[in-house]
């Protein structure tokens, strides 16, 4: 019920493709599913985040996809580019101070 | 990262040693959190605090403990260190509830 599952654990992308990295959660009593984006040596930093109450939210090359009734979420990277590759985590939170994190996945965009 | 400086950087513990983990935030944020990264893990969280004083246990809390007893400092204690506690341990602040989580850059520890 806490678990939050990402998939894939790691994806090859073209530069200029499209890289898509989903989440599945249990618990309806989510309320906020942000987004991380971590490099290599570097602790985790916020790209997107979206609530329940909208299905998508877009922020430059970053969107999240939600579908609050099949309980998954999606980042999808529009354009991707070398500098995107990272591992990305997203995240689930029911109280607005203790997160959920997926099992991440590292991003490779090929230049 | 800025606001959060985890020191130090990287440490080599034999097993039984102990040592503290130190984080410092200038950001004057209630909460502070302490997680562990495992290849293929994620982050799963250690302890937290919701201020100074008040600090309560996350998903993994066996081996380590925590203090607050100020804003600005929140240190992650280990006892005896065992080579499961190998990993990186992230400090993270945050305003409030509808705030993000901010990441320090982690202390990489390895125990042998």
């Known amino acids: 019920q806490q678990q939050v599952k990402q998939s894939p654990q790691s994806l090859i992308v073209q530069k200029g493709g499209i890289s898509i990295i989903n989440c599945a959660y249990e618990n309806t009593a989510f309320d906020y599913f942000p987004w991380y984006q971590q490099f290599p040596g570097k602790g985790p930093a916020l790209l997107i985040a979206?609530?329940?109450?909208?299905s998508e939210k877009k922020e430059g090359r970053f969107t999240i996809s939600f579908n609050k009734s099949a309980k998954q979420f999606s980042l999808h990277i529009m354009d991707s580019q070398p500098g995107d590759s990272a591992t990305y985590f997203c995240a689930a939170s029911k109280d607005g101070y203790k997160y959920i994190f997926g099992t991440g996945t590292r991003l490779k965009v090929l230049a | 990262n800025a606001g959060v400086t985890q020191t130090p950087k990287f440490r080599i513990l034999k097993i039984g040693q102990s040592m503290t983990l130190q984080c410092t935030q200038d950001?004057?944020?209630?909460?502070m959190y302490w997680y562990r990264q495992d290849p293929g893990m994620g982050l799963k969280l250690i302890y937290y605090s919701v201020g100074a004083g008040i600090t309560d246990k996350g998903e993994v809390p066996n081996g380590y403990n925590v203090s607050r007893s100020t804003t600005e400092d929140f240190p992650l204690r280990l006892e005896l260190a065992a080579p499961s506690q190998t990993s990186v341990y992230f400090c993270?602040?945050?305003?409030?509830?509808?705030?993000?989580?901010?990441f320090g850059n982690g202390t990489r520890l390895t125990v042998t």
């Open positions: 950001m004057n944020h209630n909460y």
């Open positions: 979206i609530r329940p109450d909208v």
């Open positions: 993270a602040i945050k305003e409030g509830l509808s705030s993000p989580l901010h």
